[in-house]
Nanobody, 127 residues
Framework: QVQLVESGGGVVQVGGSLRLSCVASGRTFRNYAMGWFRQAPGKEREFVAAISRTGRSINYAGSVKGRFTISRDNAKNTVYLQMNSLKPEDTAVYYC????????????????????WGQGIQVTVSS
């Protein structure tokens, strides 16, 4: 069982930056591929970024590539999402998630492949 707790959300102006953190409970964090998703009002949850168990493999949604950076610190059981050049369309509830994967290099981009989810945190970009 893994519990995930996000922090770092809030309100920011267009062009600003935020860094989300997600701390995982337990001592097996390094066994999970991690991902960030978001859900805007009236829309489906969508993939944002994913990182493999070791951090060597990373994948981004096209809409955030070049602006967002995912990283992880296995010693701190934490995954991060650095968000720069924020746009109003980035406004959403952001979720971190953990997936059990057999290989160090795998990244997971499908919602259904994730086993554990955080409670979500609001990010609002004001224009």
């Amino acid at each position: 069982q893994v519990q995930l707790v996000e922090s770092g959300g809030g309100v920011v102006q267009v062009g600003g930056s935020l860094r989300l953190s997600c701390v995982a409970s337990g001592r097996t964090f390094r066994n999970y591929a991690m991902g960030w998703f978001r859900q805007a009002p009236g829309k489906e949850r969508e993939f944002v970024a994913a990182i493999s168990r070791t951090g060597r493999s990373i994948n981004y949604a096209g809409s955030v590539k070049g602006r967002f950076t995912i990283s992880r610190d296995n010693a701190k059981n934490t995954v991060y999402l650095q968000m720069n050049s924020l746009k109003p369309e980035d406004t959403a509830v952001y979720y971190c998630a953990a997936a059990i994967v057999p290989l160090d290099t795998l990244v997971v981009i499908r919602t259904a492949q994730y086993t554990y989810w955080g409670q979500g945190i609001q990010v609002t970009v004001s224009s």
